[in-house]
């Protein structure tokens, strides 16, 4: 082979959504793909990765995946070590190292004042500033996987489609920016990728939602049955019938809307099996859709990779972490990687290569993306000419709140979420705070309080850290409990634990950004991994626009829990990370894993990295994929979207493949 | 669905592990016959047996199965009120040992004895036993639910109401604990 004839057709980096529908859809077509995944081959059975959930201390998302420190602990260290990811070949974001120092933290971060000053008596959540009101210094709380079948292995399967008015923000509300995309091309790709996920949900059922811009081509049909609505769903779309809650708030800044909006629920489209499909089972109900579905009724994108393998014309190579794109010209030329292994004594090993292809797709996940974008030509970057890569990066950051219902609702049973309130996904008040779905959780207060754990141990010990001990009517000191009265006790309380979390639609702001971990002087890594490569550094705040959001959700659940009768347990703390004050009241968010625009596509070259078609506008052979490529973070989860935009890439791909 | 480690061959009489299980039955509010079946496949009484007794010694053990025995044909509420002291207001080592006997068959984890928590969260434990430990908690039958990632319900049972506690092997009686 000459060396000016590409080895591959097309270069993928990742093993994610994107990358393996992408090689899916150009083997299909017959071209020869070779797939670069910097993390561990996909396990032949996930019973490995059960193991390692059923074994682990903290049930957190990356708990069942490789790379963490024991999944148990030891007399002298009963919480297990977390690894150092200087010692990682592929480290990455986790839930258990939010907030830490970076050797902990994958992500360098600003550490939260508790981690700063501990056990300092009187913390303090960051000042805003006095001119913009935006809170600063923040911590970026989304976490992701590096590993054959990425970040999705524990997405949660919602799969709900974007509104007209989420892509259209700017020209509508003036805020935010558009999308370069008009609203029938999603319309035609969500319905490709509800057939590759295999989406369960009723068009007749999404049909009240008409009055946020939620509409269907005509005749549309989901690939399959809806998911029955939970029992907590019932209850609370029962108790919410006639609600209606203002657009805003007084006080909102900028302006009012004093609209009424209807409150009601929806069941939410998911991808998870209500029937056989695509030779996976029918859910069980788990509820441990996060971070493992232990039958794999939820689509995952190992399914996907096994059909781009079945082709016959898609190779992977894991355990290859690239580290620059080289640019000669316009076009890319090559791509440099290290691939990397662990000898019998488990000491990291890693060897130089490079591979080239005719196009390249860069599908390593938002931030992954940006750090290689920036890392490429010796760290002068590739693909930048906007200065645009790594810049708004964003989130649905979570507001959590939860509550216990008057009488039993029955958490913790079905696929983790089955409905929400999507009817507030849009209005006029757009112009003046961030829009935002509400998630009804069916896992009690597991993700709020760590349940069952934390109460149970609260009656068995005479302890209260769950704010239920004694128990809300009760007074005096918190009880010890045995026998059948300990039985009684939790009953009552775990069948009417439930909780609500509101996803909002945060402003791009160009200061969220993801930098390499640099000198600035020298260009000498900070931090590395364990293969030497710099690591990202983020960081993050918030603006007013999105902070009202949490002020005007917070009012809504409260709303939601008094028509229920329901007692609200909602805390914020002060000092953490994710903590934050915004108009003398305390929050707290959460990541909800959705990261989201680090590349973001646009028509014009001069303020956007990619085009409609997520094709670089300087580098014309390569594309550079995923969420990341995202304007705004719109009011929807956004799997279903990225795997459509991951169709147009397709498509774009081949038709520069064939011209 | 998973795997595990038999537990180690220990010449322990199964008189001692059917007490153990017996008065295991009473702290949690269950039937016996749930801990310890007669056909006993996963064995979790003699492992969390040999766990515990691993962990605090063996002294221990016999003394709060002696404690146990003096009382056994009382009523299984009044064994568990009296074993886990639950009126006193700073329970003493052994019913510390209690409560984590009770924490191991609720969670499948090992608590360490007198070992709080904070901050608004439960105390870490020292490590989970087992993954069978893990899918056999009795906090799941508590709650009239499963383990969350090992679900023997089938689709849609979530839209439906559950069983009775009962059924989910509470001794709802008022017999003894056996």
């Known amino acids: 082979m000459s060396p000016t004839t590409p080895q591959y057709d097309v270069v993928i980096l990742g093993a994610g959504v994107s990358g393996n529908l992408i090689a899916k859809e150009l083997g299909l077509a017959g071209k020869k793909v070779l797939i670069l995944e910097a993390g561990l081959a996909v396990p032949d059975s996930r019973e490995e990765y059960m193991e390692n959930f059923y074994l682990a201390l903290a049930k957190t998302p990356e708990s069942p995946y490789p790379a963490l420190a024991g999944r148990q602990g030891s007399k002298l260290n009963p919480v297990g070590e977390l690894p150092d990811p200087a010692t990682l070949p592929t ?10 120092a970076p050797d902990v933290s994958y992500l360098v971060q600003q550490e939260p004042f508790n981690e700063l000053h501990k056990n300092d008596p009187n913390p303090q959540n960051p000042p805003a500033d006095p001119k913009t009101g935006d809170v600063r210094g923040l911590q970026f709380s989304s976490t992701f996987e590096r590993n054959g079948g990425g970040t999705s292995w524990h997405w949660l399967g919602t799969s709900l489609r974007e509104l007209e008015n989420d892509i259209r923000l700017e020209t509508k509300y003036g805020h935010g920016r558009d999308w370069p995309l008009d609203y029938s091309e999603l319309q035609e790709l969500w319905g490709l990728a509800e057939k590759e996920i295999g989406v369960a949900a009723s068009v007749a059922q999404q049909e009240p939602l008409e009055v946020v811009g939620l509409k269907y081509p005509s005749g549309y049909q989901y690939p399959m049955q809806a998911i029955p609505m939970s029992l907590v769903d019932q209850a609370v779309s029962g108790a919410v019938a006639g609600l209606q809650v203002p657009g805003t708030l007084p006080n909102t800044p900028g302006g009012s809307d004093p609209t009424l909006y209807d409150v009601f629920v929806s069941p939410t489209p998911q991808g998870r099996n209500s029937e056989p499909y695509d030779d996976r089972r029918v859910c069980a109900g788990n509820t441990n859709c996060i971070p493992i579905c232990p039958i794999q009724a939820k689509w995952d994108p190992t399914v996907t990779l096994g059909k781009a393998l079945d082709t016959g014309k898609v190779t992977v190579s894991y355990q290859s972490v690239a580290y620059n794109v080289a640019v000669e010209g316009k076009n890319a030329t090559r791509v440099d990687y290290y691939q990397w292994s662990r000898d019998d004594k488990g000491n990291l090993t890693k060897v130089s290569k490079s591979v080239t292809g005719k196009l390249y ?6 931030i992954e993306n940006a750090k290689l974008l920036l890392l490429s030509n010796n760290q002068k970057g590739v693909a930048n000419s906007s200065d645009q890569v790594g810049r708004n990066l964003m ?7 939860w509550a216990l219902a008057p009488q039993p609702i029955f958490g913790y049973r079905g696929p983790l979420a089955t409905s929400g309130i999507e009817s507030l996904r849009d209005g006029e008040f757009r112009k003046y705070r961030a829009s935002f779905r509400m998630e009804i959780g069916n896992e009690g207060w ?13 009656f068995i010990q005479g302890t209260n850290n769950s704010n239920v001990n004694p128990p809300p009517g009760g007074s005096g000191q918190p009880v010890r409990l ?8 939790l009953n009552n309380i775990f069948t009417r634990q439930f909780r609500i979390a509101c996803m909002f639609d945060q402003s791009p702001l160009a200061d969220n950004r993801v930098t390499l971990d640099v000198d600035k002087a020298t260009g000498k890594p900070n931090n590395v991994d364990g293969l030497g490569l710099p690591r990202p550094k983020v960081e993050y705040g918030l603006d007013p626009y999105t902070m009202e959001g949490f002020r005007m959700a917070a009012y809504v659940c409260s709303k939601v829990y008094e028509r229920m009768g329901a007692t609200e347990f909602t805390i914020n703390g002060v000092g953490g990370a994710g903590d934050f004050t915004y108009q003398g009241v305390n929050y707290h968010y959460y990541g909800a894993g959705h990261v989201v625009g680090t590349h973001r596509m646009g028509v014009d070259p001069s303020s956007s990295v990619v085009d409609a078609s997520q094709r670089s506008h300087d580098v014309p052979n390569m594309w550079i994929v995923g969420s990341g490529s995202f304007p705004t973070v719109c009011t929807a989860n956004p799997t279903l979207t990225l795997m459509g935009l991951a169709f147009k890439s397709a498509r774009s791909i081949l038709a520069a493949l064939n011209s | 669905m998973t795997r595990r480690t038999p537990p180690s061959p220990a010449p322990i009489p199964d008189s001692e592990i059917q007490d153990f299980a017996d008065m295991s039955a009473a702290l949690t509010g269950f039937q016996s016959s749930v801990l310890k079946p007669a056909l006993d496949p996963l064995n979790l009484a003699h492992e969390y047996y040999v766990f515990a007794v691993a962990q605090v010694g063996q002294a221990a053990m016999t003394t709060l199965l002696n404690a146990y025995r003096a009382i056994k044909t009382q009523p299984a509420q009044q064994i568990a009120d009296t074993l886990l002291e639950t009126s006193s207001s700073s329970p003493s080592t052994q019913a510390q040992l209690a409560q984590s006997i009770v924490a191991m068959w609720y969670l499948g984890s090992w608590y360490v004895p007198g070992v709080l928590g904070g901050g608004g969260f439960a105390p870490p434990s020292l490590q ?16 009239q639910s499963h383990p969350m990632g090992y679900s023997a319900f089938t689709f849609g049972y979530w839209s439906q109401q559950p069983g009775s506690l009962s059924s989910f092997g509470v001794n709802t009686g008022n017999g003894g604990g056996q």
């Open chain 1, 91 to 100: 480290p990455r974001a986790t839930v258990l190292s939010i907030g830490k």
């Open chain 1, 361 to 366: 797709v860069l599908a390593c996940h938002a």
């Open chain 1, 395 to 401: 989130d649905h950051p979570l507001y959590l709140t």
């Open chain 1, 446 to 458: 597991n993700f709020s309080k760590g349940d069952p754990y934390t109460t149970t141990m609260d």
């Open chain 2, 128 to 143: 989970v036993i087992s993954s069978v430990a893990y899918t056999n908690g009795l906090v799941w039958r508590v709650m």
């Open chain 1, 482 to 489: 045995g026998g059948l009265k300990l039985v009684q006790q």
